[in-house]
């Protein structure tokens, strides 16, 4: 199948004599995938996600989403690719709070966006229907990831980028978002590419990408959610030496 | 089509805009003075004789100068303030970026605002400007400086002459400020940790003593020329000290941060506070020092002549002299308590930390007070210092002494006006802040 989304030797150094948060990383995403990305705080699992959705750019090396090298791309014509073809969920949900549910959904049109699947399709799988004239700042956190995801969906993107899309929820309510995440890619044929830390969100995707220290150190099928935490222990307590 | 930015900013930082709107309110209220001087000096039925005492004065040309400073300043003014605003809303036009807006769509949407808070400015200013035109041109004809028969006349052109100004220069000067915001990239505004910045510190402040002291040595140097040579080069003078004194901003307050030490426990939080936050703080200083500095030259220049010679310089020059500083100092006021301001609106969680910790809320503010004292003291004494290097040779080449003369009326005045506006910009907004709850203030973002 093909890549939608290809990193080759990416490298974020953050000023000149800054710290480096990622040091080449290579990955190749095919469309129709859900990939976690895991690693300590601090292995550069954010800056990946940040690269490979044009939202940052490399120092060194490059990055193809749906076809086009981002990496030296204009900014503007960057700014509409992601519009057009990436979808974002974040940790805080990045909502306009004084909005309503349908004018923070409807976002990517009234900045110049295609039409992509209709409203009222995206708020029912999410489970939004009846809401849409709420301001965002009246409803729950797990109401709001709700919003941010059909946000996400409602371009039909070509990549969905989550980052810790479950870190403010409780149990119930996050695995409630992870499996509308896994739905999409199921039943629409979305690629999702998730940040997290937590072995049981990581636990619904296809493949784990382990990360330590800006370098890509595992990749495999996805494991089952206690073989992950074993894992991810093992990436991260290595990575941390104290000084005697 | 803003996409909602307007919206979401006007609801939920409508404080925010209250720099920008004051800006405006007086770059309006300036300019429909200045086109009421004119029409009130231009259609003032006089006969030969009274039109020539009327060209005779510079008041027709100052009435001209004031409708240019007003454009002048509200454009800067609106720049530096109405950078405040945007920073308040940094994370919701990170989203916007992320959601797919262009940087020219984030500027499009920040000069909307200034656009819409030019409006209620309009409406404000252009009452103030002609109140405040009636009472100046009231006192001209009163000290003689005008013939007694020029009265206050209203021009309707003021509305939409004050409206466009307001417009433009809202619009310009929010463009301006918007440059970079607009074209961060969305991660850097969405991450939390900052990136750490280039200290710049020593650079900053080598610079400073170098205008500093090419100031003083240029102003020793013009004591020996002739007065009318003296006076050009006060002008250089007076601009190298003040770029000096703003770029030796953070250093003075981290230098005069330790003096508030000795006041107990207060004291000892408020030095901690100036000194971390000497850069943020320094905002204010500048249009405090360059304000104070520059009234405090016309001022004493016109009191020292007087004290000296026994007799008051003529009351036309006085008055021109005094209503065109009065103008600076009111931009640059505006200037100080807004940069107070955000730096109290971006402290809120410190402050309810403090108060979580045990603090009480007149604790807090006893703090805050004890800050405003340093940053006028410092202000004050910066002040007094590019006012006097520039001063002094003048006076020496004009009057032959080097000893200025300030009754001390004046020098309460500029004591208690630099403390009662930084007050209002430290004190006042923090004890507005002190009334929420603090554990509701220590969850917000900054």
């Known amino acids: 199948m093909d890549d939608v989304l290809e990193l080759t030797g990416v490298t974020r150094q953050f000023g000149r004599a800054g710290p480096v948060a990622l040091r080449g990383v290579s990955l190749r995403v095919p469309a129709g ?28 090396g490059a990055v193809r989403l749906a076809g086009r090298d981002i990496s030296r791309m204009r900014e503007r014509t960057l700014t509409r690719l992601r519009r057009d073809r990436i979808g974002f969920v974040f940790q805080s949900y990045n909502l306009l709070s004084e909005l309503t549910v349908r004018q923070n959904v409807l976002l990517p049109f009234r900045l110049g966006g295609p039409r992509g699947r209709p409203l009222a399709e995206v708020l029912a799988r999410v489970g939004l229907t009846g809401l849409e004239r709420r301001p965002v700042g009246e409803l729950s956190g797990g109401q709001r990831q709700r919003v941010a995801i059909a946000r996400a969906l409602v371009t039909a993107p070509a990549v969905v980028f989550a980052d810790e899309p479950t870190g403010a929820l409780d149990p119930t309510t996050g695995g409630q978002v992870l499996r509308l995440l896994r739905d999409a890619v199921d039943r629409d044929g979305l690629t999702v590419v998730m940040v997290t830390h937590d072995p049981l969100a990581a636990a619904v995707s296809d493949r784990l990408v382990l990360l330590r220290d800006g370098r890509l150190v595992a990749d495999s099928p996805t494991p089952d959610a206690a073989e992950i935490a074993a894992r991810l222990r093992a990436v991260s307590t290595s990575a941390v030496t104290v000084p005697a | ?74 454009i800067l003014i609106v720049t530096v303030t109405m950078a405040a605003t945007i920073a308040r809303q940094g994370r919701d036009i990170a989203l916007l970026r992320t959601a797919g807006a262009t940087p020219g769509r984030v500027r499009r949407a920040v000069a909307i605002q200034a656009a819409v808070v030019a409006i209620p400015a309009t409406l404000a200013g252009v009452p103030l400007g002609t109140l405040a035109c ?40 929010a463009l301006a400020a918007a440059v970079r915001p607009a074209r961060v990239r969305p991660a850097v505004a969405l991450t939390e940790t900052a990136v750490p910045r280039r200290t710049f510190g020593p650079v900053r402040t080598g610079i400073g003593v170098l205008l500093a002291v090419g100031g003083t040595v240029l102003a020793v140097a013009s004591s020996t020329l002739p007065a009318d040579q003296a006076e050009d080069l006060g002008l250089l003078v007076v601009l190298a000290l003040c770029v000096g004194a703003g770029l030796l901003g ?74 065109g500083s009065g103008v600076f100092v009111a931009f640059a006021a505006v200037a100080a308590v807004n940069a107070l301001i955000t730096v109290v609106l971006s402290r809120r969680g410190e402050l309810a930390a403090l108060r979580l910790a045990g603090a009480t ?74 009334r929420q709850p603090a554990i509701e203030a220590a969850g917000v973002e900054p």
């Open chain 1, 33 to 60: 995938s859900f990939v976690s990305v895991m690693g300590a705080t601090g292995s550069g699992k954010s800056t990946l996600l940040h690269c490979a959705a044009g939202l940052d750019r490399p120092t060194a």
């Open chain 2, 1 to 74: 089509m803003s996409a909602g930015l307007t919206r979401q900013a006007l609801r939920k930082h409508p404080w925010s805009f209250a720099g920008p709107v004051a800006t405006l309110t007086l770059g309006t209220a300036v300019v429909s003075a200045g086109i009421g001087a004119q029409t009130s000096f231009g259609g003032a039925g006089l006969d030969a004789a009274g039109r020539r005492a009327l060209a005779a004065t510079d008041a027709a040309d100052f009435a001209t100068v004031l409708v240019l400073l007003g454009i002048y300043l509200s």
């Open chain 2, 134 to 173: 009636q009472a100046w041109v009231g006192s001209l004809a009163g000290h003689g400086v005008v013939p007694t028969a020029v009265a206050f006349r209203f021009s309707a052109v003021a509305w939409p002459a004050a409206l466009g100004v307001a417009l433009g220069a809202g619009v310009l000067g």
């Open chain 2, 250 to 323: 953070p250093a003075l307050l981290r230098v005069a941060a330790p003096l508030a030490r000795p006041f107990g426990r207060v004291g000892a939080l408020a030095a901690d506070n100036v000194a971390v936050r000497a850069r943020a703080l320094s905002a204010a200083l500048v249009p405090l020092v360059l304000s104070v500095g520059f009234a405090a030259i016309k001022v004493t220049a016109h009191t020292t002549a007087a004290h000296v010679r026994g007799i008051a310089d003529p009351a036309a020059d006085v008055w021109l002299d005094y209503s």
């Open chain 2, 361 to 434: 809320r007149g604790r807090v503010l006893g703090v805050l007070t004890c800050e405003a004292v340093v940053v006028t003291g410092t202000a004050l004494l910066a002040a007094a210092c590019v006012a006097a290097v520039t001063l002094l040779p003048l006076l020496h080449g004009a009057l032959g002494t080097f000893l200025p003369y300030l009754p001390a009326g004046w020098l309460a005045a500029f004591v208690l006006g630099v403390f009662g506006l930084v007050a209002l910009g430290m004190v006042a907004p923090a004890a507005v802040l002190l």
